[in-house]
């Protein structure tokens, strides 16, 4: 990937609450104008945190932000203009509708009234049908798309997506992704979390793991499955085993099914995976087998291993 300009900066930003507790332990962290970034961590982790520090909600105890060229301190307000974002709590203006919550997000950032953008966006999360109506009458999941939509509602450059998808259903969902990739395609820079790894090992550009206030890791996503994940290959066995015969100790195999499968676990970027060697050495050993099954590590693999591993 080449070198882009980041569109957000974060320099040794840390956050201890009033308690004591650490929540954010010196963030070094550069995202790229126009990329998918996933930020991927288990709960408490400080996912909402570092995402509401860089929009102003939170305040930092220490280190910078920029956003978009602005300090999210010395010029907040040209901070915010370029940020747009959609928390994981339900909060909409219950007794207002549609479109007026719309018109009224937009103007809160000093833009002036574009019925044309704001139709765009709602026709684009299936909303238009109901801009007449009260927030109160939707359900949970046109709530969840009126959030996206007020997001939106001024044109930020940045979007930052926390949990978008918790809680919604399957068509949201898709919708959703499909918008994501529209808006990537119009050079937004989209910040995501979300508990869904198969949504980031899908959407993502780079992968950032956050554990324990800690970045421990930020990688491009193809590059970190290469790097971090294996395949396996399962051997399934004529016979079973009792143990592994002391003529293959010395290969990386284990036994499951009880006994009648061999696992031969290989690393995915080299260029001899070592399987014709194995085969060859389990007819001396007179092991015949019936079956083979390939499988290659998954991201939601290499985030649990990552998040369990010790520090």
């Known amino acids: 990937m080449a070198v882009r300009e980041p569109v957000v900066s974060i320099r040794n930003v840390s956050k201890t609450y009033a308690s004591g507790f650490e929540a954010l332990k010196h963030v070094d962290l550069d995202i790229h104008r126009g990329e998918i970034f996933a930020l991927l961590g288990p709960n408490g982790a400080g996912k909402t945190t570092l995402i509401s520090i860089i929009c102003g909600i939170v305040n930092a105890s220490s280190g910078t932000v920029v956003a978009d060229g602005h300090d999210i301190v010395a010029d907040y307000r040209g901070a915010r203009s370029k940020i747009g974002l959609v928390p994981q709590e339900l909060s909409t203006d219950t007794f207002e509708t549609v479109w007026s919550t719309l018109r009224f997000s937009r103007g809160l950032f000093g833009k002036p009234p574009d019925a044309a953008h704001l139709e765009r966006v709602l026709r684009d999360l299936s909303l238009w049908d109901k801009r007449n109506d009260k927030i109160m009458t939707l359900s949970g999941g046109m709530k969840r798309r009126v959030l996206i939509a007020k997001a939106l509602a001024h044109e930020p450059q940045i979007l930052f997506l926390d949990e978008p998808t918790a809680g919604v259903d399957v068509e949201l969902r898709h919708d959703m992704w499909q918008m994501v990739r529209r808006l ?128």
């Open 184 to 311: 990537r395609e119009n050079g937004t820079t989209i910040i995501l979390t979300t508990h869904y790894i198969e949504e980031a090992e899908e959407m993502a550009d780079r992968i950032g793991v956050i554990r324990k206030g800690e970045l421990i890791l930020v990688e491009d996503k193809k590059t970190l499955m290469r790097q971090l994940g294996s395949k396996q290959l399962a051997i399934s066995l004529q016979a079973p085993l009792a143990d592994i015969p002391s003529g293959l100790a010395d290969l990386p195999l284990t036994l499951s099914e009880g006994g009648h499968s061999l696992v031969y676990t290989f690393d995915t970027q080299s260029e001899d995976t070592g399987i014709a060697p194995l085969l060859r050495r389990l007819h001396e050993q007179g092991i015949d087998f019936k079956d083979l099954h390939s499988s290659e590590s998954s991201l939601e693999d290499i985030f649990v291993s990552l998040v369990r591993a010790p520090a």
